[in-house]
């Protein structure tokens, strides 16, 4: 897991993610970060229907102002954490990106290239671009996601918290998330009595196992989770996401979603 893609969004939690990003690059020995500022066509604010010359030069403008604010704040963060470009260039390599870009260029053009997504949690200021493009970052690049909580300010991933479910997506998480826990200080599987320690995922790793009581309710389960990593004051948990599909989550509710409303922790996941 050498390079990362860190999709900005909220300026106010720009150099959080920009601090995880480097935290996570030095823990994994990677080698490059990509850091993407997606300025929104016109067409997916609008629509063609709405849509006048006018209204899309204003909001191109927008959208430029938007990005270069985003690059302010990047330039200076690299400087301090990286220092200048000469020495820059023996620890990692770092590019600022920002193109106009629709949804679905983001996942095939700069999503399915990186080995893991870093962003901010579901913001209740983000356009629907960017609603979208977290749905597309979580169920179309195969790839695990990183959600930052805003205003973390604590290092990840010394004690880590990995709730267990025997599913596709919980193993995919875990299998992806190996790669961080041979640096950790202390790993801990959260399983329901009945369902065996992953072993078989979990080469050479000896996690101390945490029982977690069963649950029909999604929001309880979630909720359950959450208040286990409190307790243990775990920094990032690891979960499969989403293992149903859209119409159940809507009637059932869905764990996965309630752990994304709740922004506690760093959460790493993968569908």
């Known amino acids: 897991m050498q390079r990362c893609l860190v999709i900005l969004s909220q300026q106010d939690q720009a150099e959080v993610l920009l ?34 010359d006018e209204s899309a030069a204003v909001l191109r403008e927008n959208q430029r102002e938007w990005a270069d604010s985003l690059h302010t704040i990047f330039h ?64 179309q690049t195969g790839r695990p996601v990183l959600f930052v909580p805003p205003f973390w300010d604590r290092p990840s991933g010394d004690h880590i918290l990995m709730a267990w479910k025997d599913t596709d997506g919980c193993r995919k998480a875990f299998a992806s998330a190996r790669v961080l826990l041979a640096q950790a200080k202390q790993v801990d599987v959260l399983q329901t009595p009945a369902s065996p320690m992953p072993m078989d995922i979990l080469p050479g790793i000896t996690p101390q196992r945490v029982e977690l009581k069963p649950s029909d309710d999604a929001s309880k389960a979630a909720q ?12 990032l948990l690891v979960i499969g996401g989403y293992q149903h599909n859209m119409l159940y989550n809507r009637l059932m509710g869905s764990a996965t979603d309630y752990i994304l409303a709740h922004p506690d922790v760093p959460v790493f996941l993968q569908h």
């Open 19 to 52: 601090n995880m990003a480097a935290q996570f690059l030095a823990r994994v020995n990677g080698n490059r970060m990509d850091v993407l500022a997606a300025r929104e066509p016109p067409t997916q604010v609008l629509g063609n229907m709405g849509l006048t």
């Open 224 to 235: 359950s989770i959450l208040d286990e990593v409190d307790a243990l004051r775990a920094d």
């Open 76 to 139: 200076r963060w690299l400087a301090e954490e990286y220092g200048s470009g000469a020495e820059r260039l023996s620890k990692v390599e770092v590019n600022w990106l920002d193109p106009e870009i629709t949804v679905d260029r983001i996942i095939s053009g700069y999503g399915k290239d990186a080995d893991l997504l870093i962003m901010n949690f579901p913001d209740s200021r983000d356009s629907d671009q960017k609603k979208l493009a977290t749905r597309s970052a979580i169920f």
